[in-house]
């Protein structure tokens, strides 16, 4: 509006300027020098609305700035409340997974125990079947035909010795003798042949402890009879054979009169 009124102001003054250089060809010194500071302040006035529409277009970016900003503030705590959100959520995740891994610890912890526990059974097994002496033997009677005894009860010498593990039982005698103290099992079988009667015995020491008799019948031309079970002994226990007074036994090569035994355990 201003660079209205001064446009407008020295339009008139220029014409004015016109009319007396028609009329007597002269300038004013006054009137120039007026024109002059009046173009100068249209100048300045011009300057300065460019300079304010120039604010005003800074104002502007600056709104729109301000409103940019605030909407990435808003998107940064949005960010942030998301953020915070996946960070509980792996916090939650990693303490699930912490019990997780605790718990698995625990139970390799007691598997390892148990397999230590198991390994040292073995190991103590082990050592408890290699220390444990390997007695076992087997022996038949030796010959060929019938063995009978005399009126009295005679012992027995199994000499067809089939195994003889630990070397406990003599063969020329018909005896076993414990070389450590513990539990044996021991078995016999005895064969008649032709209508004889077999009954023979197993001794501890001097104790009877197992029989086994059959007697002939009409209809039965063979016999045999056979026991077996398990005995403590002391070592140095001797264990053995006898064939009952008036009985006959039978021996071949066949080995159906035998008499046998095995160490159980130790004690």
């Not at 300027?17 to 002059?36: Q, Y």
């Not at 030796?142 to 009126?151: F, L, P, Q, T, Y």
């Not at 029989?211 to 009879?225: E, K, R, Y």
Request: aromatic share 8%.
């Amino acid at each position: 509006m201003r660079v209205v009124v001064l446009t407008l102001l020295m339009l008139f003054l220029s014409g004015t300027l016109s009319e007396d250089d028609g009329e007597d060809n002269r300038c004013l010194t006054d009137m120039c020098n007026i024109l002059k500071s009046l173009k100068a302040i249209e100048a300045r006035l011009n300057a300065t609305e460019n300079q304010m529409e120039e604010m005003r277009n800074i104002q502007d970016t600056v709104a729109v700035l301000q409103r940019t900003a605030e909407v990435q503030a808003g998107e940064i705590k949005a960010t942030e409340t998301s953020s915070y959100i996946l960070m509980e959520s792996m916090k939650r995740v990693n303490e699930v997974q912490e019990k997780k891994l605790q718990v698995f610890s625990l139970w390799a912890n007691a598997t390892e125990f148990n397999v230590e526990q198991q390994q040292h059974l073995l190991d103590e097994l082990k050592n408890k079947i290699e220390d444990k002496p390997k007695i076992a033997f087997l022996a038949a009677l030796a010959g060929n035909g019938h063995i009978k005894s005399s009126d009295r009860e005679t012992n027995l010498a199994f000499r067809n010795v089939l195994m003889n593990i630990g070397n406990a039982y003599n063969s020329a005698s018909g005896v076993f003798c414990a070389p450590v103290r513990g539990v044996y099992y021991f078995s016999f079988s005895s064969f008649g042949f032709n209508g004889r009667n077999v009954c023979v015995s197993l001794f501890k020491n001097s104790a009877r402890m197992l029989s086994a008799c059959d007697h002939h019948s009409a209809a039965d031309s063979s016999d045999s009879a056979s026991n077996g079970g398990t005995l403590h002994l002391e070592q140095g226990a001797q264990v053995y054979m006898t064939l009952h007074a008036r009985s006959h036994i039978f021996a071949d090569d066949q080995n159906r009169s035998t008499f046998r035994g095995f160490l159980l355990f130790r004690t």
